[in-house]
């Protein structure tokens, strides 16, 4: 029994109505590049029927494209699989390769990887950049983690902070996370994972010189978890050399990232701030009439409502001095310089953003006023 | 190596965050029961990864649960299995089991089908209410039809008018299906599959006195497909004596059923009209102060738009007499019945419904007066 | 006592926070030319303080140019003063020469206007082109009219069917209307006033050869009577000759007029049928690959959402036969040609319009097909 | 000539269509009672056709009903009469008689007042709780505050840095104020002004022990000003021992109130912390499963969206340390308690309330864990 290529059309027809006014809110993603690199937008952190999520590999291809995108990785538990009585493959590249058959003719990097599942301390990790998930199916976890580097792959701890894994939600490093860092097979952890943002992975981070990373660690559908919520799923920014999988690898070992939900931004100083400076722009500075009140628009470039508060000795008209600019909207502040100036330092506190535990950064934009009025 | 089951905890992680104001829009079809019967929303006419589509079974059910469905049918082509090298499972059951696994905590039932598949004529056929799928894998088709006979099946054939199989899109019955009606192996006809109403398909039941059916035909997501579009996915309500499998199948075969795409409503008059006629209530009826005009308050308590059309003598005050009464909403006319009434006949033309080609259902409701003043 | 132009700024203040992302829903009214006249969009029927009307004129100049008119008058009964104490001006005239102040920086045309008032059968009346509204306010309203004939006056029938002095809703022209008409006083009749379409007027309309009008009647605020109810004011479409006053009076005596309220459009067939035909716009159509499924977009160019059913004898694929064009939006069909034509007449009945009681037009489009596929 | 009470009609036909699905957004303001304390919502800085605002009277009443307000006062300026040539009335108390008239009907204080208007340093000045505005209507300043202070008035400096007033924005005492301030004739002071807060108004409430002020300034319509632009009106919230007008005034004099813009609240500290301990309720206080995480639901009884930040020391599982709790909204708390407690002190700091300039408050609550778990 054969079956011919009319099934190929079988698609198509549900496509037929589709180009009618769509009631879909945007969800595309935005973040700007900053100075000497390219922002690329990843999700690290994902599953699909072959190993404990809910869809085809393909279904996670199109989710990413709709979330503008620029990179993602599907994880699967490569040792927990419950859907083994249908999916018996014992090939544990199967997914990304599937992956890759629908993401080839989209602009969507794709990066092989796998999620190393233990109890806890060892708990769960992602490596990323492997080469064959199959070689990483190995009893000892050190033994794993060894392969992981053999392979050269960039390997996070994923959600220290899960209570099903520290009931308190207080993580320390055990010695066999300290071991695999110091012998540089622990490069990463997870400071934001589904919708949970911890402050002591955050300094887990800080004090051994981790990579911060934000997942979405999808099971089931971006839609349900994160969209209809009024959420964006949580992804990791990483400042890259150029938009290639090499110059991504090169950025997340670099520690050059930012992990990023909703309104909530956290990052290593060095790149956190420039972020902040790029997502901002100032359009439109003059000065109202016969006064020294200075009007000027803010441009938030982001997908990210931003929060700031005014950390300048002058005060605002017509403004609360804790404002939001909503995603990809503007605010114009009126802000009383006393005198008509020929320049300005903006400087604002991002109440959104954390560059260390309860710490936020101070952004100050110098703007020329001379020409404007 | 042994995973424990510390693995169950690894979905209510993404839960923890669920319970705020969430931005999801209700979904939740509602239709009236009618006069002697329960009216069961359905839709008979799904795929999962276990054929062509492209999420697990679960994510089906609970499609299902968001949609307020009563029963569901997930209706794999069984020839045809793009899937089969990672789901090499014989076993054309596995659909159905695995989905009655998570349907088992919930108020939904769900119905064993599968979709029998061939080039035109003979084109594609659900059958449901099936014992077991892998009997109806054979070579030629007939004697696919026998074998769902002798299970007892209730089987309907789907899209005709699809233009893959029906370039001009008007169908007409070959000998085969002239052949299974008359043997008694084809009982229904789709006339609207995914977002298609075929008048064609319509003339067609009519004339042969299928049961006439609405389904999604879904195989990525109904999220996708419908909800973000503003469509609510198609159904067929069907009119049982009570809310169980056997009296919904009892109810197919008598040809009880409506279908239902957004505020189109497709039906036999007999379905259709009491459908109609228990879908509007009329509230609040009073006259105005000392004038003959008569305000009262129609209420749709189903999820569709109503579009009706004034066949009364009266005229309306207040209102064009095509007007619509929104899904779920009310809207008040003013009647000049020009003199005081004891009792009036309300008579619409149900402008979204038809019960034959181009021929839309006049619906009367007579309402009591006399004490409402 | 002087008080100096400091208080000129005091309105600027509350506009310096304005320049922030909106909320406001888009309400301006747009409706296309046809063939020969420009398409003037008039609400020829308004009250401020100086009559029933609880707002200064400015206002009525401004909510014209939120809603995108043309052209207002605002016609305060000359007769009723409920605001006399406080407002003793013996001038009538004040209220169009305080908005004509308001207007003069604006593209808006002021015509000046007022209502003559009286008890049934009589009934209220405006004349607008008037000279002097002090010559109207005297005591017979037969020299009422006779006056307003004699400064040129555009005269029509206010609300007929309005139940305070038409308690069944049913209005006949009395001995008064009909000495009017044949004396050449009385010119048009409104069909639409507030929310209320009347057939009955209507058919006088018809009848009688009086000119079609639809009118707001505001005395509040238009933002609270309609916009907020997810109305649009009702207005009278006028084809004139061109953008003038003038021009306006010509084509207002010459009946060349469609009463709008929402999605409700009544007017002579001579007037209506050219406006729905200038309404849509069809929009890259072609057939679907190897099918004689022609795919074509309907756009549709007002503020109204228009409501259509298909009078071809060919079907729809995927849609029903009753469907709407949402306001500026667009609605994609497939039409089943059965054969590929070079060229099509696509037949449509406007269920949202009307050129008699209970008669719908029927629109025809002729679409070249050769060189679009 | 005389005009029969049919007139009376009039406004009821404009209401007919009126009780359908309206699409008005709820725009009610809503703040808690404090201990001791009923909390009036009050806006008592307004303008209508009386002074050089464009509006009828009843409109303010209509408005400030739909507001969900307590108390409005109508202050028309007293000397700039720009409709003098239509509303000659002497009788400088007809705006508030004429509104009285409207409100009688409903349950909405009216507070006569009125403000005195002149050029800076003077600048515009309210006086409330008068008896006879035409006695305020005198050549000096002087001689208006005293009879103001006779007549028992609450007086107030309206938007001090008012850039047409002061074109640095930074407004500082003058003799004038100084000496009203001491001779008992200055009780308050507007710290927000139609969409202005003013640091230095507040650091002038604050070193001068003046009332606290927040008005909107209305001149044209609220819903044009405020409400189609996302905004609510800005407002006093006036801690008074009982609903009445006596019960406002001494509540006033004694300096208890919070201006309120949108999601910006200002007070002195004694004022503002009891309100925001009232304005969040703990709900659903447990710990998750076996976990020392607590998890409770904060919901927010106010229609002002409330921005904290965290001050305690423990952390928070799926939550930035900065939130919202949008009006009349929730938000879910995962607490990180270390271990299981009985109570808990919760401590936040108020992002968007000011008790001095640039100082937040910080609140806290205790609640009891007992017996919720």
Redesign the interface.
């Known amino acids: 029994?054969k079956?011919?290529p009319?099934?190929i059309?079988?698609?198509?027809?549900?496509l037929?109505?589709?180009?009618?006014?769509?009631?879909?809110s945007s969800r595309a993603l935005e973040f700007p590049d900053i100075p000497g690199y390219v922002t690329l937008k990843t999700d690290l952190h994902q599953h699909t029927?072959?190993s404990?999520?809910?869809?085809?590999p393909?279904?996670r291809v199109?989710e990413a494209l709709r979330d503008n995108l620029d990179v993602i990785s599907l994880t699967e538990h490569i040792?927990?699989q419950?859907?083994k009585?249908?999916?018996?493959?014992p090939d544990r590249n199967?997914s990304y390769e599937?992956a890759l058959q629908e993401a080839k003719d989209h602009d969507l990097l794709l990066v092989h990887g796998s999620e190393i599942?233990r109890?806890a301390p060892i708990g769960h990790n992602n490596a990323i950049f492997i080469k064959d998930a199959n070689q990483l199916l190995v009893?000892d976890a050190e033994d794993s983690f060894a392969e992981a580097k053999k392979q050269g792959a960039f390997v996070f701890w994923n959600?220290p902070?899960?209570?099903?894994?520290s009931?308190?939600?207080?993580p320390v490093l055990s010695d066999f996370q300290k071991e695999r860092i110091s012998s540089g097979e622990l490069h990463g952890i997870e400071v934001i994972?589904?919708?949970?943002?911890?402050?002591?992975s955050l300094a887990l981070a800080l004090e051994n010189n981790l990579t911060i990373m934000g997942t979405s660690?999808?099971?089931?559908?971006i839609?349900?978890?994160y969209v209809?919520?009024?959420?964006t799923r949580p992804i990791t920014l990483v400042f890259a050399k150029e938009r290639s999988k090499e110059s991504l690898k090169e950025a997340l070992f670099a520690g050059r990232t930012v992990a990023v939900?909703?309104?909530?931004l956290v990052g290593k100083e060095e790149n956190l701030v420039p972020l902040l400076n790029a997502s901002v722009q100032f359009e439109k500075a003059k000065y109202?009439?016969?006064?020294?009140?200075l009007e000027v628009?803010l441009k938030n470039v982001t997908s990210s409502d931003l929060?700031f508060?005014n950390q300048m000795s002058y005060?605002?008209?017509?403004?609360?001095?804790?404002f939001t600019i909503?995603a990809e909207?503007?605010?114009?502040l009126?802000i009383?310089t006393?005198?008509k100036k020929d320049d300005l330092q903006i400087k604002l506190k991002a109440?959104?953003a954390?560059i260390a535990?309860?710490e936020h950064p101070v952004i100050t934009w110098n703007i020329a006023l001379k020409d404007q009025e």
Chains 1, 2, 3, 4 share one sequence.
Not at 193 to 200: A, I, L
Not at 315 to 322: C, D, E, I, L, R
């Open positions: 029994m079956f011919q009319f099934f059309a079988l698609f198509t027809a549900s037929l109505f589709a180009q009618e006014h769509t009631h879909q029927v072959f404990d999520g809910n869809v085809w393909n279904i199109m040792e927990y419950p859907h009585e249908d999916i018996p493959h199967r599937i599942t109890q009893n959600h902070a899960w209570y099903a894994q009931p308190k939600g207080n994972n589904t919708g949970d943002y911890s402050e002591e660690d999808i099971h089931g559908l839609d349900w978890d209809e919520k009024g959420h939900f909703n309104s909530l109202i009439n016969n006064t020294s009140i628009t929060i508060e005060t605002f008209y017509s403004s609360s001095p804790v909503p909207g503007t605010k114009t009126q009383k006393l005198e109440l959104g954390y535990p309860k």
